[in-house]
C-alpha cells in the first residue's frame, strides 16, 4: 500500500519532520503560510509545494503531519480530519482541554486516528527502560524523577508548561498506566510572564508512587533526565550522554536495620539499547496508522490524559500569577 503524506509547517522542527519523512519515502508535499519557507523545503526535499486547500482536496495523501504553532493545531487537525485523513500532531496536541475535546469530535466523527508527537515514546532508551521496568529489574515502582532542563527556545506564545512538560508526561504515564491522584505544580516567570518559565510539579498516584518534575527552559546547563527508583534499585535515563550510556541500572540496598538505615552501594552498569533514531521511529508509526488505521502509542486517548494534566498544572500555576 503506498502512502502519500504532507507536512504543515516548514519550520525548524518541520525541517526534521520532513528530511525523516523525505527518506522514508512518503513525502509529498510542503505547506506553510510563509511561502519562501515553503519553497525553501520543496527544493531541499524534492517535492511539490501546497496550500492547504490542496492538501485536503488532494485524495491520494492518506495523513497528514501538522508541525505549526500550538494555537493553529485545533484548526488545522480538524480540517485535516473532516477531508478524511490521518494526522499527527506535534506536541502539545492544544492549548486548552475545549480546543483538545473539539480535535478528538472531529477524529470520530471522521473515523480517523490522531497521533502526537511524544517523540521521548520512540526513543530505544525509553522502550529498553519501559521494558526492563515491566519485567520487573526494580521491583515495584517507588518514585520518579523527570528533569528537563535548558536554555533555549523560550516561546512568547506558551508557556514551558505547554512547550515542555507533555514530554515526561508522557513517559511517566507510560510507565505507572494510571492518572495521578493529586498535582501540586509550582513556577517562576522570569522571561515570558505568561505561566511558567521555570516549573515544578509533584504528584501522587495509586500504590504509593510519588514521581516529581523539574522543568525550565531558563537553566544555564542541559539536563534530561528521567530517574525510576523502585524497591530493588533504579534505571536513569539520560538523554544528554552518548548512546552506550544513556540507560543506567543501580542496584544500591537500602537496608532498615532497627534504629539505623544503611545503605549498601554496587556499581552502576550501563544497559544496551537498541540503535535507532526517536524521529525516524517517531515518523514510521505515523506511516503505520496510514496503512493500518489502527492507533498509535500516542494516540488522542495518551493525548487527552496529558492534556488534563496540563491544564491543572496551569490553572495552579496562573492562581500563583494572579
Known amino acids: ?22 527518506e522514508l ?14 519553497e525553501a523545503f520543496s527544493k531541499q526535499f524534492s517535492c511539490p509545494t501546497y496550500s492547504l486547500e490542496q492538501i485536503l482536496q488532494t485524495d491520494s ?16 487537525a480538524c480540517a485535516v480530519l473532516e477531508a478524511g485523513k490521518h494526522v499527527y500532531i506535534e506536541k502539545p496536541l492544544a492549548l486548552t482541554m475545549e ?7 472531529a477524529a470520530i466523527k471522521a473515523n480517523k486516528h490522531v497521533m502526537v508527537g511524544h517523540l521521548l515514546q520512540y526513543h530505544p532508551a525509553y522502550i529498553e527502560l519501559k521494558k526492563q521496568v515491566n519485567n520487573g529489574i526494580i521491583g515495584d515502582i517507588q518514585h520518579i524523577q523527570a528533569n528537563r532542563l535548558a536554555m533555549g527556545r523560550i516561546r512568547k506564545s506558551e508557556s514551558a508548561i ?8 508522557s513517559l511517566i504515564l507510560g510507565l505507572v ?3 495521578p491522584g493529586s498535582i501540586n505544580c509550582a513556577s517562576a516567570s522570569h522571561v515570558t510572564h505568561n505561566g511558567g518559565d521555570i516549573i515544578v510539579t509533584n504528584f501522587k498516584f495509586p500504590g504509593d508512587i510519588t514521581a516529581v518534575m523539574h522543568t525550565s527552559w531558563y537553566s544555564p546547563y542541559k539536563e534530561h533526565r528521567l530517574v525510576v527508583t523502585g524497591t ?18 543501580y542496584q544500591d ?7 539505623a538505615i544503611q545503605i549498601e552501594r554496587a556499581e552502576p552498569a550501563f544497559l544496551p539499547i537498541q540503535e535507532g533514531e526517536p524521529l525516524r521511529n517517531e515518523v514510521s508509526a505515523f506511516i503505520d496508522v496510514c496503512k493500518t488505521n489502527s492507533p498509535a502509542i500516542t494516540d488522542m486517548e495518551e493525548a487527552l490524559k496529558i492534556q488534563e494534566i496540563l491544564t491543572e498544572m496551569s490553572r495552579q500555576t496562573q492562581q500563583d500569577t494572579s
Not at 492518506?62 to 493545531?73: D, I, M, Q, R
Not at 530493588?232 to 541500572?249: A, Y
Request: glycine share 8%; aromatic share 4%; proline share 2%.
Open 253 to 259: 540496598k537500602i537496608l532498615d536495620e532497627g534504629d
Open 25 to 38: 519515502g512518503v513525502l509529498a508535499g510542503v505547506c506553510d503560510t510563509n511561502q519562501h519557507h515553503a
Open 61 to 76: 495523501i492518506s495523513g497528514v503531519l501538522v508541525v505549526t504553532n500550538a494555537n493553529s493545531h485545533e484548526k488545522i
Open 1 to 22: 500500500m503506498e502512502i502519500n503524506i504532507a507536512i504543515i509547517g516548514c519550520g525548524i522542527w518541520g525541517r526534521n519532520i520532513a528530511r525523516n519523512a523525505s
Open 232 to 249: 530493588k534499585g533504579s534505571i536513569m535515563f539520560d538523554d544528554t550522554k552518548p548512546s552506550d550510556q544513556k540507560l543506567t541500572f
Open 177 to 179: 498506566k494510571t492518572m
Open 99 to 105: 480546543s483538545a475535546l473539539h480535535i478528538k469530535q
Open 162 to 169: 505547554y512547550d515542555l512538560c507533555p514530554h515526561d508526561l
